[in-house]
């Protein structure tokens, strides 16, 4: 089967994320890295993409990429936006309408207007909008979503998330630059911390429940004073299944490291995962005795089988999770290519209508906050 080819803007040297999505988009041999404008400065980007193989497919601009691809006939088949977030509403406008199916690092966009036009020309075009939630790839992220589907723990009840760092906790580092625009609402937006990790936590509360969030009531603090924007956040919401959730997620907290967790709790059991530690999921049953179901077991469920892809008692990571979702995207672009219906258990890739949810839950969190913790609709306008 000849591979896909895969583009990257942004993601160049030095880069934190660029490393996560090459490793992921290269790991099941789908995509050939085929073209790339990767870094701001034209001359940097060449040099780095032509290191890399690209040849003359090595781009000075997303501009000079976009003119490029398009005019060829081996054109790439995905193209994945790493650039800051300012940019990706437009790069991903501009892709989308040209032919070319789009994987966008979070967040999709800066505003919830913006989000929707996104979720418009992907369905006008037909071509893939993919949003990187990249945490809902691991392996026990998917199968908790087969047990909660399939009724392993009843209706649920409770969801509690968490996503909370110690990272940004020097108050002395308060202005190195690296920082301080997280919280500058100038480059960050309305928000700093729900923006950057909060919508990471409250994707997969509504991923694997099953469930989207309608209505939500947040506390925002900068615990930092010089800070604007907040650098701590709790958020209380409702999903449209009846489940309640609870969300946490800080920078400031110390003696934490990464911190994504998710806990539900249903009618007849329990489950609790952290991605620290990705191979273990634990499974309190009602009336049971706590169970701890290891990623590479056998027979777990079709969601979790096909994206467990090191042998039982080997550490899952970040890269792997990265490419599940690339997987779920060579399944679909091929399914699209040969006109089938693309297998379901790799039909769970973040769509753009999820990161437009998460768009309007961060303009709700802010709003919320300044009200005091007022209850406010939680849906993008053309979801309501």
Avoid at 286 to 312: C, F, H, K, M, Y
Wanted: include cysteine; aromatic fraction near 8%; charged fraction near 25%.
């Amino acid at each position: 089967m000849a591979k896909l080819k895969w583009g990257m803007i942004g993601g160049g040297e030095g880069s934190q994320i660029g490393p996560a999505h090459r490793l992921g988009a290269g790991l099941d041999g789908a995509f050939e890295f085929a073209a790339g404008a990767l870094d701001h400065r034209p001359e940097a980007g060449i040099d780095y993409g032509r290191r890399m193989g690209l040849g003359n497919r090595a781009y000075g601009s997303w501009q000079d990429m976009l003119e490029g691809e398009r005019a060829r006939e081996d054109r790439v088949d995905l193209v994945t936006v790493a650039t800051p977030n300012a940019t990706h509403f437009e790069i991903t406008k501009s892709f989308l309408e040209s032919g070319f199916h789009v994987l966008c690092e979070k967040p999709m966009t800066m505003t919830v207007e913006e989000g929707e036009e996104i979720v418009k020309i992907a369905a006008a075009t037909g071509n893939i909008c993919a949003v990187n939630y990249g945490y809902s790839g691991y392996s026990l992220v998917r199968h908790m979503k087969a047990m909660v589907a399939r009724g392993d723990i009843g209706k649920v009840r409770l969801v509690k998330a968490e996503f909370a760092h110690g990272h940004h906790a020097d108050a002395a580092d308060a202005d190195n630059p690296r920082v301080r625009w997280r919280y500058d609402p100038a480059q960050a937006g309305v928000s700093a911390q729900f923006a950057d990790c909060g919508i990471h936590a409250m994707h997969m509360a509504s991923f694997v429940c099953g469930q989207e969030v309608t209505r939500l009531s947040a506390d925002m603090v900068s615990c930092i004073d010089v800070r604007v924007l907040e650098d701590d956040a709790m958020v209380n919401f409702r999903m449209e299944g009846g489940a309640v959730g609870r969300l946490w997620t800080s920078s400031i907290a110390l003696g934490r490291q990464h911190g994504l967790t998710l806990q539900v709790f249903g009618e007849t059991g329990g489950l609790r995962w952290a991605q620290e530690h990705p191979n273990q999921l634990y499974h309190m049953p009602l009336n049971g005795r706590l169970q701890v179901i290891e990623r590479g077991e056998g027979n777990l469920s079709p969601e979790a089988d096909r994206t467990s892809r090191v042998t039982v008692g080997h550490t899952e990571g970040m890269p792997l999770a990265f490419a599940n979702i690339y997987s779920d995207l060579a399944e679909a672009i091929r399914a699209q290519k040969e006109g089938r219906p693309m297998d379901p258990a790799a039909n769970l890739y973040p769509r753009a209508e999820d990161g437009l949810r998460s768009m309007a839950a961060v303009y709700a969190v802010a709003a919320s906050g300044k009200q005091d913790g007022a209850w406010l609709d939680a849906r993008p306008p053309m979801f309501r």
